[in-house]
Nanobody
Framework: VQLQASGGGLVQAGGYLRLSCAAS????????MGWFRRGPGKEREFVAA????????AYVDSVKGQFIISRDNAKNTVYLQMNSLKPEDTAVYYC?????????????????WGQGTLVTVSS
């Protein structure tokens, strides 16, 4: 199983980025997908998740209305659209996969993890 995250980079505050996570080696449609992040000097935290079946979503309060998670099962890819970025959104962003997952925020419920992609938001 491989989860390949991409799309990170340097952006000014107020800008936007779209992260992608391409999955291989698993039956993607059976997996709930999540995005987590670890900011400088911080613990890794849950950001957003999308369920495996009906595509319901969940977000940490700090990104509600700002980030949008979506998935394309035909492309085995999950996305994180990040708008109105703030310096505090600076982090390494990780995607993760949970078999039959339904919007889990707990890291321990995810079986597979990607390598992370760095997002830097300048002020």
């Amino acid at each position: 199983v491989q989860l390949q995250a991409s799309g990170g980079g340097l952006v000014q505050a107020g800008g936007y980025l779209r992260l992608s996570c391409a999955a291989s080696g698993l039956t993607f449609s059976r997996f709930g997908m999540g995005w987590f992040r670890r900011g400088p000097g911080k613990e890794r935290e849950f950001v957003a998740a999308i369920s495996w079946n009906v595509g319901t979503t969940a977000y940490v309060d700090s990104v509600k209305g700002q980030f949008i998670i979506s998935r394309d099962n035909a492309k085995n890819t999950v996305y994180l659209q990040m708008n109105s970025l703030k310096p505090e959104d600076t982090a390494v962003y990780y995607c993760a996969a949970a078999l039959f997952g339904t919007n889990q925020a707990r890291e321990s419920l995810y079986q597979y993890w990607g390598q992370g992609t760095l997002v830097t938001v300048s002020s």
